[in-house]
C-alpha cells in the first residue's frame, strides 16, 4: 500500500549533458533550488548513491524481482541525504553528504523521492577517478552531472512501508551506542569473510583488536549481525572508505537478536545500512514508536515542535524542550509522532535528530498502527482494571493479566506476547494499561 503524499514537480528528473536534475518539492518557496555545486568525492558519492539505490531495488527476504527504485534525498543546512528501504523493509540505507562532500551552498531545504532508473546507474557506475560530478537540486528536481549522455527520471509514490520504516527505524537507532570502529583494510577483510547472501542466520561481530570476530551467541560489547550478506551493498564504497563503525543497543549474555548499524566513513560522505534483527523482520512492523505515540497529549506536542524545527543538520532536544516549555520526554515523544510521517530521522554518528520535508498527518500515527487503536478502543470501553502495579484488561471473550516489571517493562498473558517476548513493542493490552497510567512509558 502507497502513503497519500502530494508533492509538485515543474518536470521530470533527467540526466542531461549538464549534469543529473533530480526534481524536488518543498522548502520555504514553491520548488526551491536548495543546494548547487560539486561533490568533492565524486566517485565516492557515485559509489553511494548506487548503495542506496541498490538496497531500494532488493528484496532479501523471500526475493523476488527488483523492488521500489525511489530513494529519498533531502537538503538541509550543510548536508545532502539519500535514504532507501529494501523492498522487505529489512535494510535502512543512507548516504549522508558532509560539509567536506560539498563544493557549494545549501540555501535552503526540501525533501523528495526520485525514480533511480537503469540507464542513471550506468551513468554513475561509470563516474571514477577526477571525473566531476555536480548536484543541483531544485526547482523540484536534483540535477547530477556526469560526462555522460541524460535520461529522464520519473518520480513514483512513496511507499506507505517506508513512512512506518522511518517512524520505527528513528526509535529503534536513538538507543544505539558505538560498539566497534576498524580501519577500512580490516573491514574488507571481514566482509570478505561474511556468510554467502543466501545464510539467514543471526550471527553476532565481537571487537577483536583492529578487526571484529563473528560468534554465534551474544555478550557484552557484541553487535548483532542478522543475515549477514544484507551487507553487500557497502562493498562498492568500500575502496573509498577510510573507517567502518558499528553501532546497536547495550546486549548481554542470552540477548535476543537485536537491530544494528553498519556506517563507512570516507571523510567527505557516511554511507550506513540499519539492519533488522532478523532477515525476515521488516522495520515497518517493529513496534518501537508504540510508547511514545500512548500520550494524551502527543498530538498537540508533535504540532508545537514541529512549528519549531528549523533545519540545522541536528535537531537539539534540549533547545526545543526549552523552546516549547515541555519536558525532554514528551518531545521525544513528540519527535516520535512526527517520524509516522517521516518528518524526523535519526543520525547515529551524529547521535542527534534530523528533518526532513513532508506533510504531517496527526491521523497517520493510529491507522498505521493496528495495537494503538485496539489499545484506545480497551480504554474508552473501560476495560482495564489497575491493581497496583498490574492490571486486568477485559474483552469480549478473554481476561488478561498486565504486568508491570521493576524495570518498567510489561508482560501479558496474551497470545501475541507469548509469541514475540515484548520484542516487537507492547502488546495492545500493555499499551492500554499504560495509557491509564498517566505519563508516557517506555514499554518493552
Given at each position: 500500500m502507497n502513503a497519500v503524499q502530494t508533492y509538485r514537480y515543474l518536470q521530470p528528473s533527467a540526466l542531461r549533458a549538464a549534469g543529473l536534475d533530480l526534481q524536488t518539492c518543498g522548502g520555504p518557496a514553491a520548488n526551491p533550488r536548495f543546494f548547487a555545486g560539486f561533490l568533492t568525492a565524486p566517485a565516492a558519492a557515485a559509489a553511494g548513491l548506487l548503495a542506496v539505490a541498490e538496497v531500494a531495488r532488493t528484496r532479501y527476504h523471500q526475493p523476488v524481482n527488483p523492488a521500489s527504485l525511489d530513494p529519498v534525498v533531502t537538503g538541509s543546512r550543510?548536508?545532502?541525504?539519500?535514504?532507501?528501504?529494501?523492498?522487505?523493509?529489512?535494510?535502512?540505507?543512507r548516504m549522508d553528504v558532509l560539509p567536506?562532500?560539498?563544493?557549494?551552498?545549501?540555501?535552503?531545504?526540501?525533501?523528495?523521492?526520485?525514480?533511480v532508473n537503469p540507464p542513471l546507474r550506468e551513468a554513475l557506475a561509470r563516474v571514477g577517478g577526477i571525473e566531476p560530478l555536480h548536484v543541483a537540486v531544485g526547482p523540484d528536481d536534483l540535477t547530477v552531472s556526469t560526462m555522460d549522455g541524460s535520461v529522464v527520471e520519473r518520480k513514483v509514490p512513496l511507499p506507505g512501508r517506508w513512512l512506518r520504516g522511518f517512524a520505527e527505524v528513528h526509535v529503534l537507532t536513538a538507543g544505539f551506542e558505538p560498539r566497534a570502529e576498524i580501519p577500512a583494510a580490516e573491514a574488507a577483510a571481514f566482509l570478505r569473510r561474511l556468510p554467502a547472501a543466501t545464510d539467514r542466520s543471526v550471527l553476532w561481530a565481537v571487537p577483536a583488536g583492529r578487526t571484529l570476530r563473528l560468534t554465534s551467541r551474544p555478550a557484552p560489547g557484541a553487535v548483532c549481525l542478522a543475515g549477514a550478506g544484507r551487507l553487500a551493498a557497502l562493498r562498492g564504497v568500500l575502496r573509498h572508505a577510510r573507517t567502518l563503525r558499528v553501532y546497536g543497543p547495550a546486549v548481554r549474555a542470552g540477548s535476543p537478536a537485536v537491530p544494528s548499524t553498519w556506517e563507512l566513513d570516507t571523510g567527505a560522505l557516511r554511507v550506513s545500512l540499519t539492519l533488522s534483527p532478523e532477515p525476515y523482520r521488516g522495520f515497518s512492523g517493529e513496534g518501537a514508536a508504540l510508547a511514545a505515540l500512548a500520550g494524551d497529549d502527543v498530538v498537540d506536542d508533535a504540532e508545537l515542535v514541529g512549528a519549531l524545527l528549523n533545519w540545522d543538520p541536528t535537531i537539539d532536544v534540549a533547545a526545543l524542550a526549552d523552546a516549547a516549555a515541555l519536558p525532554d520526554g514528551r518531545v521525544r515523544a513528540a519527535l516520535a509522532q512526527l517520524g509516522t510521517a517521516g518528518r524526523v530521522g535519526y543520525d547515529v554518528a551524529d547521535g542527534a535528530y534530523f528533518h526532513r520535508v513532508m506533510p504531517y498527518d496527526a491521523g497517520r500515527a493510529e491507522r498505521d498502527n493496528p495495537r494503538l487503536l485496539g489499545a484506545r478502543a480497551l480504554v474508552e470501553r473501560g476495560a482495564v482494571e489497575r491493581d497496583g502495579e498490574d492490571a486486568t484488561v477485559r474483552?469480549?471473550?478473554?481476561?488478561?493479566?498486565?504486568?508491570?516489571?521493576?524495570?518498567?517493562?510489561?508482560?501479558?498473558t496474551c497470545r501475541w506476547w507469548a509469541r514475540h517476548r515484548g520484542q516487537r513493542g507492547p502488546c495492545r493490552h500493555a499499551l492500554a494499561v499504560s495509557m491509564v497510567a498517566a505519563p508516557v512509558e517506555v514499554l518493552s
Open positions: 550543510g548536508r545532502l541525504r539519500f535514504e532507501s528501504f529494501s523492498g522487505c523493509c529489512g535494510v535502512y540505507a567536506a562532500g560539498l563544493d557549494g551552498e545549501i540555501s535552503g531545504h526540501g525533501t523528495t523521492n526520485v525514480d474483552t469480549d471473550a478473554e481476561v488478561y493479566r498486565v504486568r508491570r516489571h521493576p524495570d518498567g517493562a510489561y508482560s501479558c
